[in-house]
């Protein structure tokens, strides 16, 4: 069965770089036939899409993000990982990872992980 | 990219049906049948009910439908129980390669 957790610091000092890892158990990242994302959540609001990846290393960022984010992933760790640079107060919420069921971004997002807060502060 | 717009908050009482909306634009939900709805319960991961508009994904329930007409897709929920209090949010594909969330509707069972 497929399973996604994430990892990373809970706490991020502002303009620092927010790292997190997503780590696949049940289905190999190298697949061909996903995509693999990370969405976040922050307190009180909704869901926001950050970006994707392949296992080729295409990738596609909401535009919201692009200049900041970098999605990447590790092959022979069966992982995918995240970094937002220049972290601000607005950067803290809840990061989930979470795989498209077929091969394009438009597939739908099933399954996700747990997910994992993040809280800017000095 | 602006998020999808849903209402903030919708509640009915038991057995009854609520319908949810989800209103986008001709680049995203009125142009593309990949319309989404997830089911979130505070504390747990998000979980797929609905995709391609309307087709239930392996074990939702038969009283969660979807819908779309124009730019705008619904989710109902009939016979509506405890268990499905929590948030809904929709989800659609863009004409400019990107996905895009709605704001979310927090379902109250009274």
């Known amino acids: 069965q497929l399973q996604l957790q994430e990892s990373g610091p809970g706490l991020v000092r502002p303009s620092e770089t927010l790292s997190l890892t997503c780590s696949v158990s049940?289905?190999?990242?190298?697949?061909?036939?996903?995509?693999w994302g990370w969405i976040r959540q922050p307190p009180g609001k909704g869901l926001d899409w950050i970006g994707s990846i392949n296992y080729s290393g295409t990738t596609h960022y909401n535009p919201s993000f692009k200049s900041r984010v970098t999605i990447s992933v590790d092959r022979s760790k069966n992982q995918m990982s995240l970094k937002v640079r220049s972290v601000t107060a607005e950067d803290t919420a809840v990061y989930y990872c979470a795989r498209h069921w077929a091969s394009s971004i438009a597939a739908s997002l099933d399954p996700w992980g747990q997910g994992t807060r993040v809280t800017v502060s000095s | 990219q602006s998020a999808l717009t849903q209402p903030a908050s919708v509640s009915g009482s038991r057995g009854q049906s609520i319908t949810i909306s989800c209103t986008g634009t001709s680049s995203d939900v009125g142009i593309y049948n990949l319309v989404s709805w997830y089911q979130h319960h505070p504390g747990k991961a998000p979980k797929l009910i609905i995709y391609?508009?309307?087709k239930r994904q392996s074990g939702t329930s038969n009283r969660f439908s979807g819908s779309k007409s124009g730019n705008t897709a619904s989710l109902t929920i009939s016979g509506l129980q405890a268990e499905d209090e929590a948030v809904y949010y929709c989800?659609?594909?863009?004409?400019?390669?990107?996905?895009?969330f709605g704001g979310g509707t927090s379902v109250t069972v009274l």
């Open positions: 989800w659609s594909y863009t004409t400019a390669n990107t996905v895009l």
């Open positions: 391609e508009v309307d």
């Open positions: 049940g289905d190999s990242i190298s697949s061909p036939s996903y995509y």
